[in-house]
């Protein structure tokens, strides 16, 4: 069985700062892992995504992941934050590649940018 | 139109009301989805739908009917709700749902039903 754990449910940071979204994961198989992205009234965007390829992921809008085996962790990170990020982030993780049965949603971070 | 489309955005229905929810895909895709997106609650999928046929159904109740008529349309057939079904219906689409190289999911804007 597998199942994704987003550490917390809101993150605020100011503007130009670094922004880190945790995520860990537990899977019986060599996940993938993915890092949605949810404006207020959108619907979700796929910023990166890890398919047992290089371990550093990285994503639009600046965005990157890097997949830890040893931690089953999958964090979010952004060296410099901007307004337009403020939203909320979901951490997926999909036991067996092609197989849309097995995606697995975190429950979601909510982050705000501050000026 | 691009990637998925959902219609309408909006809803507003009274218990007894009957009404669909459409999704279009424009990307190729031949695996959709539904999702249910409760306030406080981690995303639940509804259906899947492979080469328009139904593959997965996690026991979702029978006021909710899917239909997939071809590869690029899918609906969400609403009667007699409940208030508590009030949430974000959304549609996706992905290349493949079981096998294939490129299997993440596209998501619609959503349409945000209110029961009443």
């Known amino acids: 069985a597998q199942s994704v754990t987003q550490l917390d449910s809101h993150v605020s940071v100011s503007e130009g700062t670094p922004v880190l979204l945790r995520c860990n994961y537990s899977?019986?198989?060599?996940?993938?892992l993915f890092w949605y992205v949810q404006h207020p009234n959108k619907g979700l965007q796929l910023l990166l995504k890890?398919?047992?390829?290089?371990?550093l992921v990285k994503g639009i809008n600046g965005f990157e992941a890097e997949f830890k085996k040893s931690e089953t962790s999958f964090h979010l990170t952004k060296p410099s934050a901007h307004m337009s990020d403020a939203a909320e982030y979901f951490c997926?993780?999909?036991?067996?590649?092609?197989?849309?049965?097995?995606?697995?949603f975190g429950s979601g971070t909510q982050l705000t940018v501050l000026p | 139109e691009t990637g998925v489309t959902q219609t309408p955005r909006h809803l507003v229905m009274g218990m007894t009301n009957k009404k669909s929810l459409k999704c279009e895909q424009h990307?190729?895709?031949?695996?959709m989805y539904w999702y249910k997106q409760s306030a406080k609650k981690p995303l639940e999928l509804m259906f899947v739908?492979?080469?328009?046929?139904?593959?997965e159904n996690n026991s979702v109740p029978s006021r909710f009917s899917p239909e997939c008529p071809n590869s690029s349309h899918l609906f969400l057939h609403l009667h007699t709700l409940q208030p508590e079904d009030s949430a974000l219906y959304l549609c996706?689409?992905?290349?493949?749902?079981?096998?294939?190289?490129?299997?993440?999911?596209?998501f619609g804007p959503g349409t945000r039903l209110t029961v009443t």
């Open positions: 996706a689409s992905s290349q493949g749902s079981f096998g294939g190289s490129s299997y993440e999911q596209y």
């Open positions: 899977s019986s198989y060599s996940p993938s």
């Open positions: 890890y398919t047992s390829a290089a371990t």
């Open positions: 997926v993780v999909s036991e067996t590649p092609g197989s849309a049965r097995q995606l697995t």
């Open positions: 990307l190729g895709h031949n695996a």
């Open positions: 739908y492979s080469l328009e046929e139904r593959v």
